[in-house]
């Protein structure tokens, strides 16, 4: 298991229903100021291949191409998911072209699932748009994904409903048990 400085998987996700939702899957590996990350982009793939099989639409971005303005074009009012692997800091994720604020995202029609280093210290108790955080402090990676990911991604494939509390208990249990209770996920609000 390898400590991460700052992964970030920023996944903003409301209550799905058997419709299909929008979706956005962000991913950024390189860093022109920061440690590369090695699994942030296969983490954006992977989930966005999920989503894509259960029917969902869904738009992917990048690498350098995850700019803010190419982040904001691709959320609309109709984007129930958003998800982000990169770097964070408390309160925003690090995007290609620099700190990208949760409270863009306020006033989003979404709920937020953020792996990430730092970013669920950021979070309030109540708000507008919920959000689960793979950590307050550091998050982990291991077998090819962050934790936080890899739960997510056992989750969805076991056919788990997309409901933030309930993929907060499972996510929040498998990833306490294998740190040992090192990594905590957060589910709070912007």
Known sequence: MKITTHIATFIAAATLTANAGNVVCVGINEYAERTNLEHAENDARTVAGIFETQGHTVTTILGADATRDAIRAAITADTDIIYFAGHGISGSL????????????????????????????GL??????????????????????????????????????????????????????ETGGWQKTVLGYI
Request: net charge positive; aromatic share 10%; charged share 25%.
């Open 94 to 121: 690090i995007v290609a072209d620099g700190e990208f604020e949760l409270s863009y995202l306020a006033d989003s029609n979404a709920t937020l699932l953020i792996d990430a280093c730092f970013i669920g210290s």
């Open 124 to 177: 309030k108790l109540k708000g507008n748009v919920k959000v689960l955080a793979a950590a307050k402090r550091r998050a982990f990676e291991a077998n090819g994904h962050g934790l936080f990911t890899k739960h997510l991604i056992d989750w969805l494939n076991k056919g788990g409903e997309f409901v933030a509390d309930e993929i907060s208990s499972y996510v929040a249990a498998k990833v306490r048990k």
